[in-house]
């Protein structure tokens, strides 16, 4: 049962998402589409509460309760961030808004990634929280290795970005050769993934 809310709770996020944006760009309602992008966090709330729900009634904690916790996690590290980078790519294309920014190079892109970085610093932490609000809550420890596994990995991601972050920083990525950068934006950047 989890696993088919942490699906739905995914396709949730998208279909809020692209809903959102078609009421404020296609059709004209940009109050009711900031309303609708509104709603996105309250998925994450009823994983939450039924995550825990599923542990007091005995559920083993596993994978799945790893798994929902990261969910949360990165929905509060880099949610609004993936919301308002598909925001500003829509206002643009449907609404004549400005071009975003492009791929930045040297120092500015460095910036970049270990702002990034601090998004997954906080979806690390939340999840970590989680997880250990879920070991307390369980309070075996035979039982809790897999909720404390999860919490590793969260580390591990969180020393991966920053090593991706540090690269930059120490060989910055330079535009490429005849091109100014500031000028024409550069390439459009990969964007979040989720």
């Not at 998925?43 to 990261?70: Q, T």
């Amino acid at each position: 049962m989890l696993v088919g809310l942490i699906i739905a709770c995914e396709v949730g996020f998208w279909v809020l998402l692209a809903g959102g944006l078609a009421l404020r760009y296609l059709a004209g309602m940009p109050r009711l589409g900031a309303a609708v992008l509104l709603m996105e966090p309250l998925l994450e709330l009823v994983l939450l509460v039924v995550s825990f729900i599923d542990l007091k009634n005995g559920g083993e904690p596993s994978w799945r309760h790893g798994l929902a916790a990261f969910y949360i996690g990165y929905t509060v590290g880099y949610g609004h961030y993936t919301v308002k980078w598909l925001d500003g790519h829509a206002a643009h294309r449907f609404a004549g808004g400005p071009k975003p920014p492009g791929t930045k190079y040297g120092k500015e892109r460095a910036v970049h990634e270990w702002k990034l970085w601090t998004r997954t610093l906080a979806a690390a932490l939340v999840a970590i929280g989680l997880l250990q609000a879920g070991i307390w809550y369980v309070g075996d420890d035979a039982a809790t290795g897999g909720l404390q596994a999860w919490q590793a990995g969260a580390l591990r991601v969180l020393g991966i970005q920053a090593l991706i972050a540090a690269s930059y920083s120490i060989w910055p990525r330079k535009a490429p050769a005849g091109t100014d950068a500031d000028r024409d934006g550069a390439a459009e950047p990969a964007g979040p993934k989720r």
